[in-house]
């Protein structure tokens, strides 16, 4: 059995990363992020350009067409680079989402092409994580609400007139909003068991999508403590020679290299919609969740107080990776998921779970 990915999906990873590496650097998102919108129309239409707004969008609609498992390796890239959380919701998950509904043709016509072409924003709200991203630029905004008998509705809620009360957060890349409004029949697509099923469906993927940034963010926030310590030196010699500084950057490591396959393991079950994903899904967010949470911890010890600083590269992937570590179900709700899944009778126990 082959575990490794395709020439295409490496291909693709390192043609997003040459892009990124150019048009995202540290310093440019500083200043997109201090701007009031905090979004770039520039760096979006880049964004579009390389094809990276319509990967989930179907060929028949200007896009590409990929799936789960092809987006794994751009997530970690997109992590790697601290793009916002906007990019991915709207090209990856709230994507799949409308493709995946039937009763959302008409949505699909009206917006997917836009979606590619990079001129349309998509959000999702979602009793797990009420709290939506771009909803201030969103076109069209999926919302996972209660209905009048308690059973779940989807709805798909234009973004024009949409009533907004925004958030703040501890990471400056992150426009958070609530929309207290109240939903009618009128924006409503699915309900009941089918938008249950859905809304499952999307916290997993969503789910994946927030795993696959942590070990990019993990990654990238080891590589600047890498740096720093062969750069700064105590006693005439780099900090990075001493013991106990390798120690922490080992630990770091150890971490990445034991959650990375639990992250792929988790995106073919979701691809393949296994009768364990949740739980293989829940697995991989602690994982990867804990291996950023180390990063991120590790990283201040050997930078010291100038890494919480705003002109310290550090601080921006540690404060994604702290708001990361809470979205779509912090860790108290993965491990109640994953504990419910190991205590069942058919509980996915052993290498047959594991590999078939």
Known sequence: MDFTFNEDQVALRDSVSRFLMNEAAPELLREIWETGGGRSRELRAKFAAQGMTGLSVPEAYGGVGLGDIDWALVLEELGYYAIPDSLVDTAYVATTLMCQVDEAAALREQWLPKVADGTARLSIEHPVN?????????????????????????????GAGLQRSSLTSIDASRRLAALPQKLNASTRLLAGARAQAMADATLDRASVAVAGRLIGLAQRMLDLSVDHVAQRKQFGKPIGSFQAVKHHLADVMTKIEFA??????AVLALQRDERHRAALVSHAKLACADAAWTAARKGIQVHGASGYTWEVDLQMFMKRAWVLDAAWGDRAFHKARLGEALVRDDAPLGPAATLS
């Open 130 to 158: 009420p709290y939506v991203a771009d909803a201030h630029l969103a076109n069209v905004v999926f919302a996972f609400r209660a209905g009048a008998g308690g059973a779940l509705e989807l709805h798909a809620v234009p």
């Open 260 to 265: 990375r396959p639990v992250f792929y393991r």
